[in-house]
C-alpha cells in the first residue's frame, strides 16, 4: 500500500534506509549509489534508492524534528525497512569537540514531546548494539576523527537560553571535574531514532556532523551563536565523510 505521506509503497526501497534531515543530503548520498532512481518526493520528504556495493539502499530526508521523523520510520517500516541510520548535524556540548567533527551516539536524552506519545519518558533511547558497534568500526577504518556519548535531543530550534544554562550549570559544576562527562552534542531527531525501531523490533543508529564550534559555556554568553548554520568547506567535507561511514557501516551489516 502506497505510504500517505512519503509516497511510497513495497519494492520501491531497501532494507538498510540513510535518514537524514535536510531533502539535499538525501541527493548527496544518491551520488554514491550505483543506478540511483528518484521513488518520490512530497513535503520535506524526498526518496532515492540505489545500490552500494550491490546493496540496496533507501535515503529518505525526515524533515526537521521528531515528529516528522517518526513519520518517516513507521511508513519505511510498513514497507520494508528494518534498519535506519540517521545521518545528521549536530551542536557539541564538549570543549574538545569542533566543527567538522562527527559523533556516534549509543543513547539520546529525550527532552522532546513525541517519543512520549509512544511510550514513559523514562524508557532510554538508545542506539542497537550491532548497527552502533559498525558504525564505530567504519569511522576507525576510515580514520575520521570522531566522538561517542550521549546526545540531547529536544524540540524547539530557538529554545530558550535557561536550557543551555541548566545543562551548562552541571557542565561548569567543580563536583563533576574529575567525571567523564557523557553529554556530546545537542539536535532534534536522535532519540525517535534509536527509540521507535527499538519498539517495533527493528535496527537503528546514528551518526552527526557537527557544524557549531559553541560550546556551552560559550553559549550562555552569546545564545545567538549556536544558530549560525553557515556550511563552510569543513562542514561539507564533514558531512561527506559521515555519509561515507554510514554506508560502509551498512556494509559490514550486510556481510555480518
Known amino acids: 500500500?502506497?505510504?500517505?505521506?512519503?509516497?511510497?509503497?513495497?519494492?520501491d526501497v531497501g532494507r538498510y534506509a540513510l535518514i537524514p534531515g535536510d531533502p539535499s543530503r538525501?541527493?548527496?548520498?544518491?551520488?554514491?549509489f550505483k543506478n540511483p532512481k528518484k521513488i518520490a518526493s512530497?513535503?520535506?520528504?524526498?526518496?532515492?534508492t540505489g545500490e552500494y556495493k550491490g546493496i540496496l539502499i533507501t535515503a529518505t530526508s525526515t524533515g526537521i524534528g521528531c515528529p516528522s521523523t517518526a513519520i518517516v520510520i513507521e511508513e519505511l517500516a510498513n514497507i520494508g525497512v528494518d534498519t535506519f541510520i540517521r545521518v545528521g548535524t549536530c551542536g557539541a556540548?564538549?570543549?574538545?569537540?569542533?566543527?567538522?567533527?562527527?559523533?556516534i551516539p549509543f543513547a539520546a536524552i529525550r527532552a522532546e514531546g513525541t517519543t512520549k506519545e509512544y511510550i514513559a519518558e523514562t524508557f532510554p533511547a538508545v542506539a542497537t548494539p550491532e548497527v552502533y558497534q559498525a558504525l564505530i568500526q567504519s569511522a576507525k577504518k576510515q580514520k575520521v576523527r570522531y566522538f561517542s556519548g550521549i546526545n540531547r535531543t529536544h524540540d524547539a530550534f530557538y529554545e530558550h537560553i535557561n536550557n543551555f544554562i541548566k545543562w551548562g550549570d552541571i557542565y561548569e559544576d567543580n563536583r563533576m571535574k574529575n567525571w567523564n562527562y557523557p553529554l556530546v552534542s545537542s539536535e532534534m531527531e536522535c532519540s525517535v531514532v534509536l527509540l521507535l525501531p527499538m519498539l517495533r523490533g527493528l535496527r537503528s543508529g546514528c551518526i552527526l556532523s557537527v557544524n557549531t564550534l559553541e560550546t556551552l559555556k560559550d553559549i550562555t554568553k552569546n545564545p545567538n551563536a549556536i544558530y549560525t548554520l553557515e556550511e563552510s568547506s569543513e562542514m561539507k567535507s564533514s558531512i561527506d565523510a559521515e555519509i561515507k561511514v554510514a554506508l560502509e557501516a551498512i556494509i559490514l551489516l550486510a556481510r555480518s
Open 42 to 48: 512530497n513535503r520535506e520528504f524526498l526518496t532515492i
Open 26 to 32: 538525501v541527493k548527496i548520498i544518491a551520488s554514491y
Open 93 to 103: 556540548l564538549q570543549k574538545n569537540i569542533h566543527a567538522g567533527d562527527l559523533i
Open 1 to 11: 500500500m502506497l505510504q500517505p505521506h512519503i509516497k511510497c509503497k513495497k519494492g
